[in-house]
């Protein structure tokens, strides 16, 4: 591990920072949408638009990567991200907010490719494995400081809105002047959503659900904690309770995928987080419970995802799983953009505590999903090993994870 903060210090440094910043202005978004006094409903069009965004953003930067680099389109999209942070704030419209969240989504989407393409290329077979480990524990760590920094002024300033955007600035400066070759970005031809969905509908289905169980937990937990009337201090605290559950579950997840049906770990992950959701949704807890509520439903939210991902691969040929990766990628995407606006509509209709039925829907539904799946076909020998990735992660980050049992 010394070895990789040696040579990709620089690029982790930068993330971290990049990721303080989009931490601190999903959460910031929440609270000034209800100083501001739109209503829960538009502010989970702003937050879906997000991931339209950013869904966009995965399948043109590569187009774009190939036609001018990657040190032009990083520049580029560092700039894009730091004007449109300190524009919210001066064009306090909805719609306008919507708009400034698509690009701002796009420009992360690319940012992120781009990253993990470059940190992909820095390491050596040897340390991949690592390098990618850091940089999806720098990530956990830069989002938990955002929450953190919401703390240190008013979010009804200006403030709390131009600090993301000197962080994203910096952020670009060691990747900039690091010293690592540019990489070569590989075009990836995905395999069509219906081959996908033959080889494992679980694998689908599952990550259409868990999209929309993460954007509705990550871009409207601060929505709720303002509508519950907590303070800054209280809805940083329960957003980042999430991140934290996320790190600290991935490896006994991990573990346990690998030795046993990885469909039984997702049935049983699915009911836990249903039977969670449903108790936080009937039953009025003291925030001291909240906060430990958020810290399982992101622990077991987090490894899902990637659980998911591995139990797909179980079923492919080492050759076909860049493209179903990018696939999987794609349709978590796509559940992402409609996870905000169901969540926004039953809040408007069913009071904020909705959010959790919400997610505990999603739950519910992979879980009797899952059980069916398990009568239909006989488990596969696991084929590779569980790969600790985040779902905002790209098809680079997760195949570079993947790699990491044959290069060890």
């Not at 942070?85 to 907010?97: C, E, G, I, K, R």
Request: one cysteine or more; a positive charge.
């Amino acid at each position: 591990m010394i070895k990789v903060l040696g040579s990709s210090w620089a690029l982790l440094l930068g993330v971290m920072l990049l990721m303080v910043g989009n931490g601190m202005q999903g959460s910031l978004l929440g609270i000034r949408g209800g100083i501001e006094g739109f209503s829960t409903t538009q502010m989970s069009w702003v937050m879906s638009a997000y991931f339209l965004g950013f869904l966009f953003g995965s399948r043109m930067t590569p187009l774009i990567i190939r036609r001018v680099g990657h040190v032009r389109v990083f520049a580029a999209l560092g700039t894009m991200i730091s004007a449109v942070l300190v524009m919210y704030p001066v064009l306090t419209d909805v719609w306008a907010w919507a708009v400034l969240r698509v690009m701002i989504g796009f420009c992360f989407s690319g940012v992120y490719i781009t990253a993990e393409s470059w940190l992909n290329n820095a390491a050596s077979n040897e340390t991949r494995g690592q390098a990618m480990s850091a940089y999806m524990i720098v990530q956990m760590l830069g989002i938990v400081a955002g929450q953190g920094l919401l703390n240190v002024a008013d979010p009804g300033g200006v403030l709390l809105f131009i600090l993301p955007s000197v962080l994203v600035s910096l952020a670009f400066t060691p990747m900039l002047l690091a010293a690592t070759p540019t990489p070569v970005f590989e075009s990836i031809t995905p395999l069509s959503f219906r081959q996908l969905f033959r080889i494992s509908p679980l694998g689908c289905l599952g990550m259409l659900t868990t999209g929309g169980m993460y954007s509705a937990m990550f871009g409207m937990a601060a929505v709720w904690g303002t509508a519950q009337g907590l303070s800054v201090g209280q809805i940083s605290v329960f957003v980042a309770a999430m991140y934290v559950g996320g790190l600290v579950f991935q490896y006994p997840v991990g573990w346990l995928s690998d030795r046993t049906d990885r469909r039984r770990l997702i049935l049983w992950l699915s009911i836990a987080g249903a039977v969670l959701m449903g108790a936080t949704f009937a039953v009025e807890l003291p925030f001291a419970l909240l906060v430990v509520s958020s810290l399982i439903l992101g622990g077991v939210t987090n490894p899902l995802y990637a659980l998911l991902i591995a139990y797909t691969h179980d079923f492919l040929r080492k050759e076909d799983m860049a493209s179903a990766s990018a696939g999987l990628i794609f349709l978590n995407g796509g559940g992402a953009i409609f996870g905000p606006v169901v969540t926004g509509w039953m809040m408007g209709v069913l009071g904020p505590q909705a959010f959790f039925l919400f997610i505990g829907l999603m739950f519910a539904g992979l879980s009797v999903y899952a059980a069916w799946r398990m009568t239909r076909r006989a488990s596969p020998a696991p084929g590779a090993s569980f790969a600790p990735v985040l779902p905002s992660a790209s098809v680079v980050a997760v195949e570079a994870v993947r790699d990491r049992p044959a290069a060890s």
